[in-house]
């Protein structure tokens, strides 16, 4: 490939580089830039009125790209970062104040702490998810209590447990972990994780006793399932 040139098209600034190649190729990379590989003998003005034939896929990839980077980026704790709770998006409102503390109003995440900072935002956040991550995981795994004592097994009770590749596990004395990040994910989700770790406490490997045992208790779990391993 010859060096690049920067070339104008109605999709911004787009780099065009020449080849052997008979038609032109359109890519978005990743960080949302236009990269262009044209014949040698096409003109400037047959590319540009390509790439405007193609705007309108152009404009999807640069979303769908712009998506998962936002996914990936570490969470910010400053006004207008967006934080998911149960599946849903709310941004961030902080401000230095009294009482400090985290209310969810109107769709935004409104923190009140001493100096309005972002540390403070994040150590107030982090608290008050953990908070509402025992409140859920409490009262979820609480509806299965009679099933286990039907099927004379231990009483589950939750502990919280940070686990970098896991959402859950469970011991046999009916102590169920759960990953405090999981309040994060949408209910079905939570409600997944739960009905998997009780099913270990009947079966505790991954045998087909246990996946029979979830089919019965959970039959749309692959679905969810699939749902939850986007959101990691
Ligand atoms: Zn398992």
């Given at each position: 490939m010859s060096d690049a040139?920067?070339?104008?098209?109605?999709?911004?600034?787009?780099v065009l580089h020449r080849s052997n190649r008979t038609t032109l190729a359109i890519s978005v990379l990743p960080?949302?830039?236009?990269?262009?590989?044209?014949?040698?003998?096409?003109?400037?003005?047959d590319i540009v009125a390509k790439v405007g034939k193609r705007l309108r896929w152009i404009v999807r990839q640069?979303?769908?790209?712009?998506?998962?980077?936002?996914?990936?980026?570490?969470?910010?704790?400053?006004?207008?970062?967006t934080h998911r709770y149960l599946g849903r998006q709310y941004r961030l409102k902080i401000r230095k104040g009294e009482p400090s503390g985290v209310r969810l109003i109107g769709g935004y995440f409104q923190i009140v702490t001493a100096n309005g900072t972002p540390p403070e935002a994040e150590v107030a956040l982090?608290?008050?998810?953990?908070?509402?991550?025992?409140?859920?995981?409490?009262?979820r795994l609480a509806q299965w209590e009679s099933w286990c004592a039907a099927r004379k097994l231990p009483t589950p009770r939750l502990r919280l447990l940070r686990m970098p590749k896991r959402w859950g596990s469970s011991h046999r004395d009916g102590r169920i972990y759960l990953n405090p990040e999981l309040v994060k994910a949408p209910a079905i989700c939570i409600d997944y994780v739960i009905a998997?770790?009780?099913?270990?406490?009947?079966?505790?490997?991954?045998?087909?006793?246990?996946?029979?045992?979830?089919?019965?208790?959970?039959?749309?779990?692959?679905?969810?399932?699939?749902?939850?391993?986007?959101?990691?």
């Open positions: 040139v920067t070339l104008a098209t109605p999709a911004g600034p787009a960080d949302g830039t236009l990269d262009l590989v044209a014949p040698h003998d096409s003109t400037e003005a640069r979303t769908t790209f712009a998506d998962m980077n936002r996914d990936r980026m570490p969470l910010r704790y400053e006004s207008g970062a982090n608290a008050w998810m953990r908070s509402k991550a025992v409140d859920q995981f409490t009262s998997h770790e009780v099913c270990h406490l009947k079966h505790p490997l991954h045998d087909r006793a246990f996946f029979k045992l979830l089919d019965q208790t959970a039959p749309n779990w692959r679905a969810i399932k699939a749902r939850l391993e986007q959101l990691q």
